[in-house]
Nanobody, 121 residues
């Protein structure tokens, strides 16, 4: 089985920064795209940023220039550096990864349990 475990959420004042981390563990042969999504109360889960195994990145327009996604393929981790946070960034942030458990086995999508990020004074 595969697990994604997030860390780094919390409360920050508007304009502040937080760094989220996510570590994948378990039966992992290879990892494709990794990323972060977020869900605010009463809203759908939206893409924040993704990164491929060769480090190509994609960002939601609302976070471009403020958030930076990175990954360490050797450690099976993906991080999200969040700067200039605003109350509109308040949400539960979910780690996401597409993982293959063995050679010739199918790719499956996995989600972390979520971590709360709150930007408030």
């Amino acid at each position: 089985q595969v697990q994604l475990v997030e860390s780094g959420g919390g409360l920050v004042q508007p304009g502040g920064s937080l760094r989220l981390s996510c570590a994948a563990s378990g039966s992992i042969f290879s990892i494709g795209v990794m990323g972060w999504y977020r869900q605010a109360p009463g809203k759908q889960r939206d893409l924040v940023a993704t990164i491929t195994s060769d480090s190509r990145t994609n960002y939601a327009d609302s976070v471009k220039g403020r958030f930076i996604i990175s990954r360490d393929n050797g450690k099976n981790t993906v991080d999200l550096q969040m700067n200039s946070l605003s109350p509109e960034d308040t949400a539960v942030y979910y780690c996401y990864a597409v993982i293959r458990g063995g050679s010739g086995r199918p790719w499956n999508a996995y989600w972390g349990q979520g971590t709360q990020v709150t930007a408030s004074s």
